[in-house]
């Protein structure tokens, strides 16, 4: 059974960093592109960053560029690095898997990916 736990919301300051885990199982990170989402209060469910299957390659949006990154430990964990967080960056953030055996790059679009975790809330805030 496929599963995806995401780790370390929390309460940051404007301008601080966070570091958001998603620890995964049933599966491996090698067939699989790593999403992550943000959900802000109110508003549809976004891309933020993702991660191809085996790591060969990254895509995001301009918005996050320079501010958000994503890593990979050699075992069943993706990570989310945050920093310079804004009030906007407020909201839920889900990382979700995807099918992918080929070297193709990945997408950010939330249709494309079938299983999810649940979700972990990080508010910036002062």
């Known amino acids: 059974q496929l599963q995806l736990v995401e780790y370390g919301g929390g309460l940051v300051h404007p301008g601080g960093r966070l570091r958001l885990s998603c620890e995964v199982s049933?599966?491996?990170?090698?067939?699989?592109?790593i999403g992550w989402f943000h959900q802000a209060p109110g508003k549809e469910r976004e891309g933020v960053i993702c991660v191809s299957s085996g790591g060969a390659s990254i895509n995001y949006p301009d918005s996050v560029k320079g501010r958000f990154t994503i890593s990979r430990d050699a075992k069943n964990t993706v990570f989310l690095h945050m920093s310079r967080l804004k009030p906007e960056d407020t909201g839920v953030y889900y990382c979700?898997?995807?099918?992918?055996?080929?070297?193709?790059?990945?997408?950010?679009?939330?249709?494309?990916?079938?299983?999810w975790g649940r979700g972990t809330q990080v508010i910036v805030s002062s």
């Open positions: 979700a898997a995807k099918y992918n055996p080929s070297p193709d790059r990945c997408a950010i679009l939330p249709e494309n990916y079938a299983h």
């Open positions: 049933g599966f491996s990170l090698d067939y699989y592109d």
